[in-house]
């Protein structure tokens, strides 16, 4: 059993940053990519950034510039630096696991695991 744990949002003003972790738990975690996603309500889930397992990393090209992907493999966390915070930016952000290469990184149904989400709002 996999669990995520997401911590690290709130609220900001436009232009402030955050840092959000996902810590992984589990005997059988062994995550290839790790990516991730926001959603607002009404729309759909949306791919922010990913980082796989020999740490290639992908962006949103909303994000491209502002955001940071990173991982410590050692403690099983993924991290998500958000900086130039803006308005559009706000949403539920979720981390996503896959045990496999996807197809799309940008595909929220090639992710297995999945966290509860933390806030992000910004004014």
């Known amino acids: 059993h996999v669990q995520l744990v997401e911590s690290g949002g709130g609220s900001v003003q436009a232009g402030g940053s955050l840092r959000l972790s996902c810590d992984g738990h589990g005997s059988t975690y062994s995550p290839y990519c790790l990516a991730w996603f926001r959603q607002t309500p009404g729309q759909e889930r949306e791919g922010v950034a990913s980082i796989d397992v020999d740490g290639r990393t992908h962006y949103a090209d909303f994000v491209k510039g502002r955001v940071t992907i990173s991982k410590d493999s050692a403690n099983n966390t993924l991290y998500l630096k958000m900086d130039g915070l803006k308005p559009e930016d706000t949403a539920m952000y979720s981390c996503?696991?896959?045990?496999?290469?996807?197809?799309?990184?940008?595909?929220?149904?090639?992710?297995?695991?999945w966290g509860q989400g933390t806030q992000v709002t910004v004014s």
């Open positions: 996503a696991a896959s045990s496999r290469t996807p197809m799309s990184w940008r595909r929220y149904d090639e992710y297995s695991n």
